[in-house]
């Protein structure tokens, strides 16, 4: 995954790179590195571990330059090091290179540089563009950029820097996101919005193989070709501020308390603002099957959001898949196939190639996405977005809660298209969605029961989450939220199948979240429940109905009331709420859990 920034300016770079990749740690956080000019060549400053270190580094001695690069690795070829971390030069230390992504035939490449007598450092794939750049430069650093390009296979995003150019600053992007800011302090390229915020809102997307040239005050633009390209940059409305912890000491509890603003924006995008217009525009009926594909958490939204289509649509085929599995699997899809794809980033390889392998099959495909301008925002056909702001803590929730919002009410506008919600339902089911962020607002008056709840789980070696039909595409959720950031082993069933299975691992220390929010299935979880009493575990009981006599062996949370079918939206909160609560009783690096990235942009 990896981030990356670069500025060139009238101030200092140093402290601008280091805030920037503060913003992109999420991205990668074993090593990070910095090169600047320094009075003999290039001043390169590289350090394994989290970017305090490198920071820390930097302060003890402090250096100055007015054009720099920076990168925060996510590490795939090579073990996270001083020498592995960017940016990386070429054997004569003439051009210095960060870069974002893989390149596939680094081995090739490396082979012919070193029969050339090029003498590689590290073992990363991205050694050999510096190397490359070097052997092709000859005092034309962006024709070396269009030959490196040329010959690389892979993904990536660059910025490049030549000893004998001080005074430009070049990026060049494929398959991974970079944008250029344009600030009145000076020009910079960076992996994400953020990054940048501080400077400006002003940004250019880069679209694959176009390449910037950025000096002091101006930046250009050019085709691989060389041919001079016109682009006009976009306005970004997030705030600095959204970007920043303001006070709280995670960003994930920040973002987690967001949640009732950024679900009443999302709903008020699709209601009266500007995903409404898309959202009319898709002619579902045109199609037989709609498939939901995602990664991670989004992929959890796609499971919730199966239910509520089957539910309101009634449609006969509606399919979830693993956008990972999916683009592999040759999908039986065509020109009647509608595909939703989820992703908070827009960038996420395999989201991306499933979207590519759907389109090539003839299949309409919609994204709803968070980034602005993102891969799949722009190729997409129809692209609704998130209105979530920026989300940094690794581990997703105001984003997950927003998509869910609009596959709940894209739900409801295809059910209403074919013809299977009465005027008078539809309008029932949008004043719940309506309530929603009211009811997550009043979860928040609970928070300290279930910070104190959260303290005594600390120790348990396994929690299982469970639940029946939404509540089991919930408890996916639940479960990932807390492995990933807690570091605790869990799984998710669905109620029914615990006896066929996970049944055997339930003794005295092991902790049973129960999700029990489907009238219908009600007394079917409660049943599940007393298999799981039991056997000596421990419950945490979430449902919105009344607590029982029976109840009271448990730890019961109630939930607000409402249409079950949009109950995730509050369990979710305190699942949320409980792993954070969790992992914080445990003291870990909560924005930022070992070996995972918010980004994947890599296979
Ligand atoms: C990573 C993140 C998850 C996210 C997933 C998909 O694994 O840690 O929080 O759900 O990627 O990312 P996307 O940007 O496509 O939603």
Redesign the pocket.
């Known amino acids: 995954m990896c981030g990356i920034i670069g500025y060139i300016g009238s101030e200092n770079a140093v402290p601008i790179i280091v805030e920037g990749l503060k913003k992109l740690e999420y991205r990668g956080y074993d090593s990070a590195g910095i090169a600047i000019y320094g009075k003999d060549g290039f001043d390169i400053v590289k350090q394994k571990g989290r970017l305090a270190a490198l920071d820390q580094k930097l302060k003890e001695n402090p250096r100055s330059a007015t054009m720099g690069i920076g990168h925060t690795r996510w590490a795939t070829h090579g073990e996270p090091s001083d020498i592995n971390s960017h940016p990386h030069v070429g054997s004569k230390s003439k051009i210095a290179v960060v870069h974002n992504g893989i390149i596939e035939n680094y081995k090739q490449l490396k082979e012919r540089l070193e029969q050339k007598g090029a003498k590689f450092a590290s073992q990363t794939d991205s050694e050999v563009v510096a190397q490359l750049a070097e052997y092709y430069y000859r005092g034309d650093l962006l024709e070396t950029v269009i030959r490196v390009s040329n010959a690389l296979e892979g993904s990536y995003a660059l910025g490049i820097m030549s000893l004998d150019d001080p005074d430009v600053l070049i990026a060049i992007k494929k398959d991974n996101p970079l944008i250029i800011g344009i600030a009145a302090n000076g020009n910079f390229i960076a992996s994400d919005v953020p990054a940048v915020l501080k400077h400006t809102n002003q940004i250019y997307y880069l679209e694959d193989k176009e390449i910037t040239v950025l000096k002091k005050d101006s930046v250009a633009f050019f085709s691989i070709d060389k041919e001079p390209i016109s682009k006009m940059p976009e306005t970004i409305t997030w705030s600095a501020d959204s970007a920043e912890k303001g006070g709280y000491p995670h960003f994930m509890l920040k973002e987690i308390m967001e949640q009732p603003k950024v679900v009443r924006d999302t709903i008020n995008s699709a209601v009266n603002g500007a995903n409404k217009a898309i959202i009319d525009e898709i002619n579902i009926i045109a199609y037989d099957k709609i498939v939901i594909t ?5 992929y959890n939204a796609g499971v919730v959001a199966k239910y509520v289509f089957e539910r309101l649509c009634r449609f006969s085929s509606i399919e979830v898949e693993l956008a990972s599995e999916f683009r592999y699997k040759d999908a039986v899809i065509d020109d009647k196939t509608f595909v939703i794809l ?7 390889a395999d ?1 991306i190639a499933a979207m590519r392998e759907a389109k090539s099959k003839g299949a309409s495909t919609l994204a709803i996405v968070n980034v602005v301008g993102s891969t799949l925002a722009k190729e997409a056909d129809f692209c609704i977005y998130t209105q979530a702001g920026p989300e940094i803590a ?3 929730t105001k ?1 997950f809660s927003t998509q869910l919002i609009l596959l709940y009410l894209l739900a409801i506008r295809f059910a209403s298209k074919m013809g299977k919600l009465a005027n008078a339902d539809q309008n029932e089911l949008l004043m719940e969605i309506e309530a929603l962020p009211e009811k997550i607002a009043s979860i928040f008056l609970h928070v300290d029961d279930i910070q104190k709840y959260a303290s005594v789980c600390v120790g348990y070696k396994s929690i299982f989450f469970i639940g029946r039909n939404i509540d089991y595409a919930i408890a996916l959720e639940g479960s990932l939220k807390l492995k ?1 950031i807690s570091y605790i082993h869990s799984e998710a069933y669905a109620g029914g199948e615990l006896k066929h299975g996970t049944i055997s691992l339930l003794e005295e220390n092991t902790l049973v979240v129960a999700l029990a929010n489907c009238e219908r299935l009600y007394l079917k979880s409660m049943s599940n429940i007393e298999q799981v009493v039991s056997r000596k575990a421990n419950v945490l009981l979430i449902s919105s109905q009344e607590e029982t006599q029976a109840d009271k062996r448990l730890k019961f949370i109630k939930l607000p009331e409402g249409n079950e079918l949009f109950s995730p939206s509050l369990s979710v909160i305190i699942l949320q709420l409980f792993s954070y609560y969790v992992a914080a009783n445990k003291g870990l690096d909560i924005d930022k859990p070992r070996n ?5 942009t890599v296979e």
């Open positions: 995602a990664c991670g958490s989004a989820i992703s908070q980033s827009g960038e996420t989201t690794v581990a997703t984003a990933e995972l990235a918010k980004s994947v």
